[in-house]
């Protein structure tokens, strides 16, 4: 069974400061990892999709990293402002799970002015 | 583009009541998943469907809990005689199939049961 663990659980940092969120999976055998952002009483928003044949992508900001042998995953967040409080969600796609997504519990992110 | 589409937005229900939750998918996309976020838990699978067809239906409830994608239509998540434990964010997500796509969310049916 696919376990999806991210540290930490809650960070809260100045703004302008680069910062690492990390996620750790059990299970290797995996089509894609999907890092999500959701805002407090809201949806989520895809952030970034890495496929399992791929080490890393960027958008913005952001940069997401896989390292899929050995089942993690970072995102980092560069010069981060306040408007990136928000919960950060790592999710696993199996290879043989029917195509769900294992989510992890989350970062809560706090960027203090 | 209107994205995945869910309604109602927040819901609230007695106990004993019927809970229907809709979600319209992606243009284009013809599987649709629906996932449950209790309060203070992360977010955990429920049902998979596509267009008449449950594929995979391994996280839902045994009782009281049933999920349909018609032909036509959105797809619903049904709730038979609600109990305060249902009381959840209730998301749905689609893709445009089974191969290595990312999935688009919905912005989320709050359920409360009173």
């Known amino acids: 069974k696919q376990e999806v663990t991210q540290i930490p659980a809650a960070l809260s940092v100045p703004e302008g400061e680069n910062l690492v969120l990390n996620c750790s999976f059990t299970d290797s055998a995996i089509y894609n990892l999907q890092w999500f952002r959701q805002d407090p009483g809201k949806g989520l928003t895809s952030l970034l999709l890495?496929?399992?044949?791929?080490r890393e992508q960027t958008s913005g900001r952001l940069n997401a990293s896989l390292d899929k042998s050995s089942g993690r995953s970072t995102l980092y967040i560069a010069a981060s402002q306040p408007g990136d409080s928000a919960t950060y969600l790592c999710a696993v796609r199996q290879e043989t799970s029917g195509s769900r997504l294992t989510f992890g519990e989350g970062t809560q992110l706090t960027v203090n002015p | 583009n209107a994205g995945v589409m869910q309604n109602p937005r927040h819901l609230v229900r007695r106990r004993g009541q019927e809970a229907r939750l809709r979600c319209s998918p992606m243009?284009?996309?013809?599987?649709v998943y629906w996932y449950r976020q209790l309060p203070e838990e992360g977010l955990k699978f429920m049902v998979y469907?596509?267009?008449?067809?449950?594929?995979?239906e391994s996280g839902m409830p045994k009782e009281r809990f049933s999920a349909e994608f018609p032909k036509e239509g959105p797809s619903i998540l049904r709730i038979q005689q609600v109990v305060r434990g249902d009381s959840a964010a209730y998301f749905c997500?689609?893709?445009?199939?089974?191969?290595?796509?990312?999935?688009?969310f919905g912005s989320g049916t709050r359920l409360t049961v009173v």
């Open positions: 243009k284009g996309h013809s599987h």
């Open positions: 890495i496929q399992s044949s791929q």
């Open positions: 997500a689609s893709s445009p199939g089974r191969g290595p796509y990312g999935y688009t």
């Open positions: 469907l596509q267009k008449e067809n449950i594929i995979d």
